[in-house]
């Protein structure tokens, strides 16, 4: 019985290689199925990398729409190139004009030499310092309008004007010297007026009718041009220039300029005094050049009607500019009507209810006799002498000759007196001031047409 055990035992075990061969089988089945696996792995691997080799080319496609936004930055990068490429040229002319100089800033850069030159460096109380100082642009402005835009010309200009003004010490001649009231009482006035805008108007007033002894006044040509400066002077403070805060805009109006009026009540028209020649002929220079557009307007009243055939006659010589400032009036009264912005301040003879001309601003005046007045003080005296010379003697029988030699002198006086006549009956306040005769500075001819650019 033991035995059978052993069988059972030897045949399990026996049978256990047999019993193992099928429990392999599926291994070997696996083994197949693993060796046969290759294959199908190889066909799987070979799906994969088929499949791996194609993601590149799936792939791409799968690129194309990421990619798409590329061309659409390169795009728009080169509009932003091309656009740039169009500021680009913009921006050349800007930086070209930066460096580029004006009228103005070349006069500015020539300025630290004309000081030099001149030896001064004061005009209507602006110390002149560079472009930056608005008071010394205005007064560059001024010389360069005056030649033009002409940066050669406004040079010389400014350095004559200048050393003029070294010599002559214009401050003074309003500050500290006093005017001989016979000579130049009531002759000027310089006035400020407020229009309905709130701006302010700076006249200057010459009285022509004022004068009383043309020799007097207009013989001594230095001591006229001193008080005419001095005048001028007063208007020019007046202006405030050296308080500006601005240059004057480009193409704009100069807002620092003053009106000027000519005043003819009962000159005459009919003569020019050789004193009053002279003297004018040197005023208009000197102010022309030293104060070179100060003036926006300039008026005749009093004028006789016959003399409008002389500014008739100007047209043909000035330029439209001047002309524009040029404003003949027969009657004092018509003035107002010229100026509306501010006519009721002016004085009532000129068609305003304001405070009359003589209540102004004038310059120093002292009470000396005028040398004129002394010379007819003496008169009497130097008639008896005369008549005293001139008495017959016996010894002085040869010089009847003379006698009628003064005799024809007068008959010569009388017809060029009887001449006059006509025209005094015609005007009897000419008549009045038949020895006043109109001043060439305020003229309305060819000096005053230079006068007024200044």
Same mark, same amino acid.
């Given at each position: 019985?033991?035995?059978?055990?052993?069988?059972?035992?030897?045949?399990?075990? /026996?049978?256990?290689?047999?019993?193992?061969?099928?429990?392999? !089988?599926?291994? *070997?089945?696996?083994?197949? &199925? *693993?060796?046969?696996?290759?294959?199908?792995?190889?066909?799987?691997?070979?799906?994969? %990398?088929?499949?791996?080799?194609?993601?590149? @080319?799936?792939?791409?496609?799968? #690129?194309?729409?990421? !990619?798409?936004?590329?061309?659409?930055?390169?795009?728009?990068?080169?509009?932003?190139?091309?656009?740039?490429?169009?500021?680009?040229?913009?921006?050349?002319?800007? @930086? $070209?004009?930066?460096?580029?100089?004006?009228?103005?800033?070349?006069?500015?850069?020539?300025?630290? *030499?004309?000081?030099?030159? @001149?030896?001064?460096?004061?005009?209507?109380?602006?110390?002149?310092?560079?472009?930056?100082?608005?008071?010394? #642009?205005?007064?560059?402005?001024?010389?360069?309008?005056?030649?033009? /835009?002409?940066?050669?010309?406004?040079?010389?200009?400014?350095?004559?004007?200048?050393?003029?003004?070294?010599?002559?010490?214009?401050?003074?001649?309003?500050?500290?010297?006093?005017?001989?009231?016979?000579?130049?009482? %009531?002759?000027?006035?310089?006035?400020?007026?407020?229009?309905?805008? /709130?701006?302010?108007?700076?006249?200057?007033?010459?009285?022509?009718?004022?004068?009383?002894?043309?020799?007097?006044?207009?013989? %001594?040509?230095?001591?006229?041009?001193?008080?005419?400066?001095?005048?001028?002077?007063?208007?020019?403070?007046?202006?405030?220039?050296?308080? !500006?805060?601005?240059?004057?805009?480009?193409?704009?109006?100069?807002?620092?300029?003053?009106?000027?009026?000519?005043?003819?009540?009962?000159?005459?028209?009919?003569?020019?005094?050789?004193?009053?020649?002279?003297?004018?002929?040197?005023?208009?220079?000197?102010?022309?050049?030293?104060?070179?557009?100060?003036?926006?307007?300039?008026?005749?009243?009093?004028?006789?009607?016959?003399?409008?055939?002389?500014?008739?006659?100007?047209?043909?010589?000035?330029?439209?500019?001047?002309?524009?400032?040029?404003?003949?009036?027969?009657?004092?009264?018509?003035?107002?009507?010229?100026?509306?912005?501010?006519?009721?301040?002016?004085?009532?003879?000129?068609?305003?209810? /304001?405070?009359?001309? $003589?209540?102004?601003?004038?310059?120093?005046?002292?009470?000396?006799?005028?040398?004129?007045?002394?010379?007819?003080? %003496? +008169?009497? @005296?130097?008639?008896?002498?005369?008549?005293?010379?001139?008495?017959? $003697?016996?010894?002085?029988?040869?010089?009847?000759?003379?006698?009628? +030699?003064?005799?024809?002198?007068?008959?010569?006086? !009388?017809?060029?007196?009887?001449?006059? &006549?006509? *025209?005094?009956?015609?005007?009897?306040?000419?008549?009045?001031?038949?020895?006043?005769?109109?001043?060439?500075?305020?003229?309305?001819?060819?000096?005053?047409?230079?006068?007024?650019?200044?």
């Amino acid at each position: 019985m033991a035995a059978e055990p052993t069988k059972v035992e030897d045949q399990v075990a /026996g049978e256990a290689p047999t019993v193992a061969p099928t429990e392999p !089988a599926p291994q *070997a089945a696996e083994t197949k &199925v *693993a060796d046969a696996a290759p294959p199908a792995e190889s066909a799987a691997v070979a799906s994969t %990398d088929g499949a791996a080799d194609a993601a590149p @080319a799936a792939e791409a496609p799968a #690129a194309v729409p990421a !990619a798409v936004p590329a061309p659409a930055q390169d795009a728009s990068a080169k509009e932003e190139s091309k656009e740039e490429q169009k500021e680009e040229p913009k921006e050349e002319p800007s @930086a $070209k004009e930066e460096p580029k100089e004006t009228p103005l800033t070349k006069l500015a850069n020539r300025l630290p *030499a004309i000081k030099e030159k @001149a030896g001064h460096d004061e005009m209507w109380g602006v110390t002149l310092v560079d472009i930056d100082h608005a008071p010394t #642009a205005v007064v560059l402005q001024k010389f360069l309008r005056a030649n033009g /835009g002409d940066v050669a010309l406004a040079e010389s200009q400014l350095t004559s004007a200048l050393e003029w003004r070294k010599t002559t010490n214009p401050a003074a001649l309003l500050d500290e010297k006093a005017y001989d009231q016979a000579k130049f009482g %009531d002759l000027g006035y310089v006035t400020t007026h407020e229009g309905s805008d /709130g701006k302010q108007t700076i006249i200057t007033w010459n009285i022509y009718g004022a004068v009383k002894n043309n020799k007097a006044t207009f013989g %001594d040509i230095k001591e006229f041009l001193d008080w005419r400066v001095a005048l001028m002077e007063l208007g020019m403070r007046k202006l405030n220039i050296d308080k !500006a805060t601005t240059a004057i805009p480009d193409g704009a109006e100069d807002p620092y300029q003053m009106v000027q009026v000519h005043d003819y009540q009962s000159v005459s028209f009919l003569r020019m005094d050789p004193h009053i020649k002279a003297a004018s002929k040197v005023t208009i220079q000197t102010l022309s050049m030293a104060y070179p557009e100060v003036l926006s307007h300039k008026y005749f009243v009093n004028v006789p009607t016959i003399m409008g055939w002389v500014f008739s006659a100007l047209k043909l010589f000035l330029s439209p500019a001047t002309l524009r400032k040029f404003h003949p009036l027969s009657s004092g009264a018509g003035l107002a009507g010229e100026i509306p912005a501010f006519a009721s301040s002016l004085p009532k003879e000129y068609g305003g209810s /304001g405070p009359g001309v $003589k209540e102004g601003l004038t310059v120093k005046l002292t009470e000396a006799p005028v040398s004129g007045e002394a010379e007819k003080a %003496d +008169e009497p @005296a130097a008639a008896a002498a005369t008549a005293e010379d001139s008495t017959p $003697k016996a010894d002085d029988a040869p010089q009847e000759a003379p006698k009628e +030699e003064v005799k024809e002198e007068s008959k010569e006086e !009388a017809k060029e007196e009887a001449k006059e &006549v006509p *025209a005094a009956e015609a005007k009897p306040e000419e008549a009045a001031a038949k020895n006043t005769a109109v001043p060439a500075e305020a003229a309305p001819a060819g000096p005053t047409a230079a006068e007024v650019k200044a």
